[in-house]
């Protein structure tokens, strides 16, 4: 069935250096993609979204690549910090093709980001 | 604040034993959605109600039930609880096809 996994369980990386998590999807029929982080006790926080028809999309310090071509998304932290560290997952939502829409919302696996200082 | 609330944060069961996890959000979403994440696991969809009056199974619903009791509140069910419904329990909502809210979870340890 439709799948969306990362590349790397666990990244480790010093304050103040480039972070790049990575995401791969297996559903062509996907339409939005997400990026959430989740901290320790919490549930999953909101960070960035790309809706299939763009290519890039930035935010503060934050900027999601998507390609098509190898379905394949990715998530860059500039200038990391501690506060940064937690779990980002990727996650997607299929078009539906038949009218409303609930939204199935598919997870990854997730990438746990450790920021030293 | 505005937000999705979950009660209780932790909970621990014994085998066979029932329990209902409560959800409540108050932004006046129509979509509501119960997920379990496992250690080292994405959320899996467990029921959702697409609308009041409304449920549906999702990818992982063995062993519950839910109630969407009016538009506010969608609660889950677990009958006869078994250890391996020990996770983390998360309730969103969800405005359009995008927007989603997430509660702060429920802790559940089943012996």
């Known amino acids: 069935g439709e799948s969306v996994g990362l590349h790397l369980p666990t990244l480790s990386v010093q304050e103040g250096d480039n972070s790049i998590i990575n995401c791969a999807y297996s559903?062509?029929?996907?339409?939005?993609f997400i990026w959430y982080k989740q901290e320790s006790g919490k549930g999953p926080q909101f960070i960035i979204d790309?809706?299939?028809?763009?290519d890039k999309r930035q935010g503060q310090r934050v900027t999601v690549l998507l390609n098509k071509t190898v379905k394949h998304l990715s998530l860059q932290i500039a200038a990391t910090q501690p506060g940064d560290s937690a779990v980002y997952f990727c996650?997607?939502?299929?078009?539906?093709?038949?009218?409303?829409?609930?939204?199935?919302?598919?997870f990854g696996q997730g990438t746990i980001l450790t920021v030293h200082p | 604040n505005a937000g999705v609330t979950q009660t209780p944060k932790f909970q621990v069961l014994k085998t066979g034993q029932s329990m209902t996890l409560q959800c409540a959000q108050d932004?006046?979403?129509?979509?509501m959605y119960w997920y379990r994440q496992d250690p080292g696991m994405g959320l899996r969809l467990i029921y959702y109600?697409?609308?009041?009056?409304?449920?549906d199974k999702g990818e992982v619903p063995n062993g519950y039930n839910v109630s969407r009791l009016n538009k506010r509140e969608f609660s889950l069910r677990l009958e006869s609880a078994a250890p391996s419904q020990t996770s983390v329990y998360f309730c969103?909502?969800?405005?359009?096809?995008?927007?989603?809210?997430f509660g702060s979870g429920t802790r559940l340890t089943v012996v």
């Open positions: 109600s697409a609308s009041e009056g409304t449920t």
């Open positions: 559903n062509s029929a996907s339409d939005y």
């Open positions: 996650a997607e939502i299929s078009a539906n093709a038949g009218g409303t829409s609930y939204g199935k919302l598919t």
């Open positions: 932004m006046n979403h129509n979509s």
């Open positions: 969103a909502s969800r405005t359009g096809h995008y927007g989603y809210t």
């Open positions: 790309i809706r299939s028809n763009m």
